[in-house]
């Protein structure tokens, strides 16, 4: 399987599991705990959530998805912006830790920018780490600028800038996606397939169907084709979670990576980065 490799050596598989949106409906949760460990099984072993999924509630679905399986497991959480202080950090991550019924995170991430200091939050999260509640750390949903100011407060033992990134979505190509190369910073993608809205696109289907594939398919296929990028998709049922882990097989020709720039024209220039 192709993995990832992270700043401080650590390696993951390239393709991991999301959690946005699941333990929101009740209905549907021994299916999103199916899928998790399905996925596990499969090979997929970093599960990506945070505190505000579900109000903590993903979390607690994560914990009882991996229950008698931490080991196995590379485990990433992410804290409000505005928990990210020297005093707020470690109430937040130790609220994690209960919710996920664990003792430790393998990767903790700043889920945006607010208010509180990077140069503060760099501090509380090497705190956390010197504590052994979390082993890495690092931020999502931060542009250039943020970036540099990131490493400027102390922060180059970041491992990685999670953010939105997809065909739709090629605005960090420009240069966000090459700083972070050139600090060997892997991008984790959330939202990999525009949260469903890329199974629409018409010629992206017609692609597919030429290709006897799915359209989620070919788009997480181009993401992990790039070198350096982590998508994190999310599977609601143990049919999906195939369906992703099937993306790692599938090799796009120069042709259908040709066509793709046609049809999801890469950036001309700088753009802002897109949240979602």
């Not at 945070?50 to 991996?66: C, F, H």
Request: glycine share 8%; with cysteine; proline share 6%.
């Amino acid at each position: 399987m192709k993995t990832i490799r992270f700043p401080d050596g650590t390696t993951v598989p390239a393709l991991g599991q999301g959690t946005w949106m699941m333990a929101e409906d009740a209905a549907r949760r021994s299916d999103e705990i199916a899928a998790l460990r399905e996925g596990l099984s499969l090979g997929l072993t970093l599960i990506d959530t945070a505190e505000m999924y579900a109000d903590g509630e993903s979390e607690r679905l994560v914990g009882e998805a991996i229950a008698g399986l931490r080991d196995e497991v590379f485990l990433v959480s992410k804290a409000y912006p505005q928990n990210a202080s020297r005093d707020r950090l470690q109430r937040a991550c130790e609220a994690s830790l209960d919710r996920l019924g664990t003792d430790r995170l393998d990767l903790y991430l700043l889920h945006w920018r607010g208010n509180v200091p990077l140069s503060e939050t760099v501090e509380a999260m090497e705190r956390l780490v010197a504590a052994g509640k979390i082993l890495r750390w690092g931020v999502s949903n931060l542009d250039m600028d943020d970036m540099a100011e990131l490493v400027a407060s102390g922060g180059e033992r970041c491992q990685t800038n999670q953010i939105l990134y997809n065909l739709t979505r090629r605005g960090p190509e420009y240069d966000l996606i090459p700083w972070l190369g050139q600090h060997r910073m892997p991008v984790m993608a959330y939202s990999p397939v525009e949260q469903g809205r890329l199974l629409a696109h018409p010629e992206l289907a017609a692609m597919a169907r030429e290709r006897g594939v799915t359209p989620a398919l070919l788009a997480l296929a181009w993401l992990l084709g790039r070198d350096g990028v982590l998508p994190i998709p999310k599977a609601g049922s143990v049919a999906h979670v195939r369906d992703n882990r099937a993306a790692l097989d599938l090799t796009l020709s120069d042709a259908e990576l040709h066509r793709l720039d046609w049809l999801f024209p890469p950036p001309r220039g700088p753009e802002p980065l897109a949240m979602l």
